[in-house]
């Protein structure tokens, strides 16, 4: 359980956040900067480190109760705690997880990627990144980004190197960015016959969306103007999310990188045999699916992880734990959905980059000089991400949501090193969070403008929907049927509109046609 402060521990807490800041950053008024912010989660206390020194960051809310015992594999449970004190100047840990031994390039070269922190079965915990200074008037709060992690629903979290945001929100002093550690794999999507809600990862999604919608204007931020975002199973959430609360989306927009729910990554199991394998291996085994549950619930994590673990290292292919068709939080047919309407209005950006697959493909025996292959790496590209947002903008246009495409194609060495890495898939996020620079030498001039463009086009979103991106430039997909690709190397422009014919060429009729007949791309090489 959770351990909170001592009046000694404030102190401690408060000296630390003196010492941090640097000399140089005067104020007339340290009333000003508001490191105390009340909750309904408890007061939260944060602090200001010498790196970023214009941002308040608060690193380690509970925002639901602990999923333990009894609640785990159940939805999350509203806290209420308003008398507690939290010292949030650490990230909370992530949910368990287990991490994949394949080699590829996140794995292997750009591990800045990839989810490097401590992980806890009490993890339902968000960081927030704000301002130096919270607005004084109502009419003055900020737009707000939730940011939901990638990680195909099987790993992540929010301790990712390139996904910090501070030097964003450094930057423009304009907007703040929330990110949260939610339940996966097996914890966040169990497919038991014992339960109605079969996906408490992505109802872990919605809790967080509704805290935030109760307490960020305490930290200055504008409820009604909170911007969902994710990349890659963290985008297929987001526009999960969006069927699944047509009605009160909360989110005053989406914006998915990388995903959509053509992902197809959902998993439909009559008989839940993979929930059902692991309670066997661990001596839960019954006819009975509640008592199977249950007992399951009184297992050690750590010996469920070894289980799924050791299935997967005896050579078998992974036990999928992943979004559970169960009719109230995913659906089954997403076409029937798009023709019921059953979605929000809000306007939405949906991405991809143009090398995609070269992520998934098999890793090459010598990647220094030696590509992956291509056939394959294309494969995944055009049958997970390009194709599903065609789309997905094609069904959008036909209900007249406001929707803006995108395809990023930057090619920088301090992100992908190796020759045929290029625009692989999560290489834009280092510079939409700012984080670019910090490994692998200096950013180039026109990495920084890059930089800036997209974070000025997200901000604009977030600030005023669709009419903020299409003041600088961005027209919707309704709108000449364009994709604005984002860092052309050959011409080094950061933003330009082309016609989405000149992208899509891949997407025939057959790939088309296996993709809504719910092909998984990822099941098998393409």
Not at 469 to 477: F, I, P, T
Request: hydrophobic share 40%; aromatic share 12%.
């Amino acid at each position: 359980m959770r351990v909170f402060t001592s009046i000694a521990a404030l102190a401690v807490a408060f000296c630390s956040t003196a010492l941090a800041a640097p000399s140089r950053h005067t104020r007339s008024n340290p009333q000003e900067i508001d490191l105390e912010v009340q909750t309904s989660s408890g007061k939260i206390i944060g602090l200001i480190n010498g790196t970023t020194p214009n941002v308040r960051q608060f690193l380690n809310i509970p925002y639901a109760q602990p999923p333990l015992n009894n609640l785990r594999f159940h939805p999350p449970q509203a806290l209420s705690q308003p008398r507690e004190t939290i010292v949030s100047t650490t990230l909370g840990p992530a949910c368990p997880q287990i991490h994949g031994t394949s080699a590829s390039i996140d794995n292997t070269v750009v591990t800045q990627l990839n989810f490097n922190g401590p992980t806890a079965e009490d993890c339902l915990n968000l960081a927030i990144w704000a301002p130096l200074h919270t607005p004084n008037k109502k009419t003055e709060l900020l737009p707000v980004f939730i940011y939901l992690f990638g990680g195909g629903y099987t790993t992540g979290g929010i301790d990712v190197l390139y996904q910090i945001p501070a030097q964003w929100v450094e930057r423009t002093q304009a907007h703040i960015v929330i990110s949260l550690n939610t339940r996966v794999n097996i914890f966040g999507y169990p497919g038991s016959g014992a339960l109605e809600f079969q996906n408490p990862g992505l109802l872990d999604q919605r809790m967080a969306l509704e805290w935030a919608q109760e307490n960020i204007a305490a930290f200055g931020g504008d409820p009604d103007r909170i911007v969902l975002w994710g990349q890659s199973s963290g985008a297929g959430s987001v526009d999960l999310l969006n069927f699944a609360y047509p009605d009160d989306p909360i989110a005053s927009g989406f914006i998915s990188d990388s995903g959509s729910v053509f992902l197809n990554n959902q998993k439909s199991d009559a008989t839940f045999s993979n929930f059902s394998y692991v309670a066997e291996q661990v001596n839960c085994s019954s006819a009975n699916y509640t008592v199977e549950l249950e007992c399951m619930q009184s297992v050690d994590y750590e010996t469920i992880e070894a289980v799924i673990l050791d299935y997967e290292e005896a050579g078998n292919n992974p036990l999928k734990f992943v979004p559970f068709v169960d009719d109230i939080s995913i659906f089954g047919n997403y076409t029937l959905r798009y023709e019921l309407g059953a979605l929000s209005d809000r306007p939405a950006i949906f991405g991809t980059n143009l090398r995609e697959g070269y992520e998934a493909a098999p890793w090459p025996s010598d990647p220094e000089t030696t590509a992956a292959n291509a056939t394959v790496a294309n494969g995944y590209t055009d049958y997970a991400f390009l194709c599903p947002a065609m789309l997905t903008t094609g069904y959008r246009e036909t209900l007249n949501l406001p929707t803006f495409r995108y395809q990023y194609r930057g090619n920088f060495s301090n992100i992908s090193p190796y020759f045929w890495f290029g625009a692989f898939h999560g290489s834009e996020l280092p510079l939409l969070f700012g984080t670019y620079g910090d490994y692998r030498g200096p950013p180039t001039a026109f990495e920084n403008e890059v930089s800036y463009t997209m974070q000025d086009f997200w901000l604009a979103f977030a600030r005023d929907g669709a009419k903020g991106v299409e003041a600088l430039g961005w027209k919707s997909s309704a709108d000449g049927d364009g994709v604005n690709i984002l860092a052309e190397m050959k011409t080094r422009k950061a933003s330009t509109m082309i016609p989405a014919k000149e992208v899509d060429t891949p997407c025939t009729q057959a790939v088309i046609d296996t993709i809504l007949g719910g092909a998984n791309p990822f099941a098998v090489v393409v």
